[in-house]
């Protein structure tokens, strides 16, 4: 699960949604101590505009464990070129 899905927003949410639904979130989790760690954890990082870009490039970097990466085309090697005389 990643912050965006912790906070309940999608990958485009205003930093206004973004606030809304973590206010929400503690209010629904507000006795259970853990979800509200990290529900903080999950604003403090997607709250900050330049933790939020670093995270948004993280996440385009490095796929979750359960994601498949991209498939690599196998294209054939570069010709020898032959060496001048």
């Keep these: 699960m990643d912050h965006y899905e912790c906070l309940g927003v999608g990958r485009t949410a205003s930093p206004?949604?973004?606030n809304a639904s973590a206010r929400l979130a503690?209010?629904?989790n507000g006795t259970n101590a853990w979800e509200s760690r990290r529900i903080m954890?999950?604003?403090f990082i997607v709250g900050d505009p330049n933790r939020r870009f670093?995270?948004?490039f993280w996440?385009?970097?490095n796929p979750a464990p359960g994601e498949q990466y991209l498939p690599v085309e196998l294209k054939p090697s570069p010709q020898q070129v032959?060496?001048?005389d």
């Design 16 to 18: 206004h949604q973004i």
């Design 26 to 28: 503690l209010w629904r």
């Design 41 to 43: 954890a999950a604003w």
């Design 54 to 56: 670093d995270y948004d």
């Design 59 to 61: 996440l385009l970097c």
């Design 82 to 84: 032959p060496e001048a």
